[in-house]
Nanobody, 123 residues
Framework: VQLQASGGGLVQAGGSLRLSCAAS?????????IGWHRQAPGKQRELVAG???????KYADSVKGRFTISRDNAKNTVYLQMNSLKPEDTAVYYC?????????????????WGQGTQVTVSS
């Protein structure tokens, strides 16, 4: 499985960005969940939002009501729409996939990772 993350950038507080995570490879059939995680300098990687192939979603409390995760089955792509961005959302955002359907917070539970995309929110 290869994951390609894109869509990061520099935005002012209150603005929006949409991140994309495209899955490819011969074993994408093994994916049952994709999650967006972020890591700010000096902090641990944290789960921001995840979606499983049963349609279940999970969000960190800090982004509920502002971020929306969705999936395009035909394109093997998961999106993270981020609205009302805050400076504290600044981080490198990674998408990860796992064969299990549970959307778990522990980074070691995710099987594959994309390369990360920088999101910077200025005040």
């Amino acid at each position: 499985v290869q994951l390609q993350a894109s869509g990061g950038g520099l935005v002012q507080a209150g603005g929006s960005l949409r991140l994309s995570c495209a899955a490819s490879g011969s074993t994408t059939y093994s994916i049952n969940a994709i999650g967006w995680h972020r890591q700010a300098p000096g902090k641990q990687r944290e789960l921001v939002a995840g979606i499983n192939w049963g349609g279940g979603t999970k969000y960190a409390d800090s982004v509920k009501g502002r971020f929306t995760i969705s999936r395009d089955n035909a394109k093997n792509t998961v999106y993270l729409q981020m609205n009302s961005l805050k400076p504290e959302d600044t981080a490198v955002y990674y998408c990860g996939s796992r064969s299990g359907s549970a959307i778990v917070s522990v980074p070691s539970a995710w099987d594959y990772w994309g390369q990360g995309t920088q999101v910077t929110v200025s005040s």
